[in-house]
C-alpha cells in the first residue's frame, strides 16, 4: 500500500510540475542528488550547500576524523587534527621540537 501512495504524490507532483512547464515557471528540471557513498537520495538544499553524501554517511565520515580544541598562550583557541602540531604548543614561546 505504501507503494501505491508513493506512485500516486509522485504522479500528482509529476503533473504539477508539468504544468508549471508549459506556465513557463520552471525552466529546468528538478535534480533529486544521490549519495556518492551509499546510493541513496538526500535533500536538494543539502546539495545546494555543497554536501555529495547523505546525512547518514556524513555523520559516518564525521566521526573518524579526530580533532582537539587547545588555548593558545596569551591568545586565541586553535583546533588541532594533528596530534604533533601540539607536542609542545602551549609551553609558554611555541613550538618545541
Known amino acids: 500500500m505504501t507503494k501505491k501512495y508513493n506512485q500516486v504524490n509522485y504522479d500528482s507532483a509529476q503533473r504539477s510540475l508539468d ?3 508549459k506556465a513557463g515557471m520552471v525552466s529546468q528540471d528538478i535534480v533529486i542528488p544521490e549519495c556518492n557513498i551509499c546510493g541513496n537520495e538526500f535533500s536538494s538544499d543539502r546539495a545546494r550547500l555543497g554536501f555529495k553524501v ?3 554517511c556524513g555523520e559516518k565520515q564525521a566521526e573518524k576524523v ?3 580544541v587547545a588555548p593558545m598562550h596569551k591568545s586565541n583557541y586553535m583546533v588541532f587534527t594533528n596530534a604533533n602540531d601540539l ?3 602551549n609551553n609558554k614561546g611555541g613550538l618545541i621540537k
Open 19 to 21: 504544468k508549471l512547464k
Open 54 to 56: 547523505c546525512l547518514d
Open 66 to 68: 579526530k580533532h582537539c
Open 87 to 89: 607536542k609542545g604548543i
